[in-house]
């Protein structure tokens, strides 16, 4: 039985969260946020929000993180400190 796009998205962000929780402090700001989009049922995304000053440094490594996990990825840069990372299941 294969799983839903939006479950293994949320395994995934589960994956993300553990990894990387060092940038994911419960009581600071956090420099790593996720979500999962889900307005299109069928293609529901995963975004990695990247917000510090050496953004693109960390998200190189969530994105190499993301493709080991056989989901597509994509870049939206807002500026120099503010990068997500969008992950899609094919």
């Avoid at 929000?49 to 597509?72: G, K, M, Q, T, Y």
């Amino acid at each position: 039985m294969t799983k839903e796009p939006i479950e293994v998205l949320d395994d995934l962000a589960d994956q993300v969260a553990d990894e990387f929780e060092g940038y994911r402090q419960p009581d600071e700001f956090k420099d790593v946020s996720l979500v999962i989009e889900n307005s299109d049922k069928e293609r529901p995304t995963l975004i990695v929000h990247v917000d510090r000053e050496d953004a693109e440094a960390l998200a190189d490594r969530i994105d190499e993180f993301l493709r080991e996990h056989r989901v597509r990825t994509e870049r939206e840069r807002h500026s120099a400190t503010d990068v997500r990372v969008l992950a899609t299941v094919d």
